[in-house]
């Protein structure tokens, strides 16, 4: 059985870095998909960053250039930095995972992430 | 980016209603579309993937349509606990994008 959990700090300064770590479990980290996304009442669901299973990351470029995801199959994590923060990037983080991109398959529970100062 | 819009925003609906929910797609996708169910507090599940093909252990009572950019999911015989906030996402061109939603609400 698939299980993400999501883990980083719930408060954030404004021009900080945002860091988030998914810890993984049940699923092969070189052969899922692996997202990052992020879900606002305002602007709703945003995928921000992705990775498909040729190892390759794609970022929304919405976020002009400010975020990195990177996959560590030895500890069965994936991570996320958002750098440059603002009042913006409030919102519930989801890490998840797919076997292809027919669709998100298996999401984090999702982690509340405010930048305020 | 491809838009996607949603229809309704909203729906007051009973228990035993059949529902339809439609998602456009800015311009054409094929059948890359992913219909998803989320719960209040809780991240969104997977239910139609590829417009039209069901999960599994999704009940039968969902069913998805559509090609290009036109898509729907209905929802027969709605059930107590099928009242939820539904969002259509297409996966043909990154970023992939999605609807804004469509909440459920008991009438």
């Known amino acids: 059985q698939v299980h993400l959990q999501a883990s980083g700090p719930g408060l954030v300064k404004p021009s900080e870095t945002l860091s988030l770590t998914c810890t993984v479990s049940?699923?092969?980290?070189?052969?899922?998909?692996w997202s990052w996304i992020r879900q606002t009442p305002g602007r709703g669901l945003e995928l921000i960053a992705y990775?498909?299973?040729?190892?390759?990351?794609n970022y929304n470029p919405s976020l002009n250039g400010r975020v990195t995801m990177s996959v560590d199959a030895s500890t069965s994590q994936f991570s996320l930095k958002l750098i440059s923060v603002t009042a913006a990037d409030t919102a519930i983080y989801y890490c998840?995972?797919?076997?292809?991109?027919?669709?998100?398959?298996?999401w984090g529970q999702g982690t509340l992430v405010t930048v305020t100062s | 980016d491809i838009q996607m819009s949603q229809s309704p925003s909203s729906l007051s609906t009973s228990v035993g209603d059949r529902v339809t929910i439609t998602c456009r797609a800015s311009?054409?996708?094929?059948?890359?579309l992913h219909w998803y169910q989320q719960m209040p507090g809780k991240a969104p599940k997977l239910l139609i993937h590829?417009?039209?093909n069901l999960e599994t252990g999704v009940p039968s009572r969902f069913s998805g349509s559509g090609s290009g950019t036109h898509f729907t999911l209905t929802i027969n015989s709605l059930q107590p606990e099928d009242f939820a906030t539904y969002f259509c996402?297409?996966?043909?061109?990154?970023?992939?994008?999605f609807g804004q939603g469509t909440r459920l609400e008991i009438k």
């Open positions: 590829d417009a039209s």
């Open positions: 049940g699923a092969s980290m070189n052969t899922f998909y």
């Open positions: 990775r498909d299973n040729s190892g390759r990351p």
């Open positions: 996402q297409q996966s043909e061109t990154f970023p992939y994008t």
């Open positions: 311009q054409a996708i094929v059948d890359s």
């Open positions: 998840a995972g797919s076997f292809s991109n027919s669709g998100i398959d298996y």
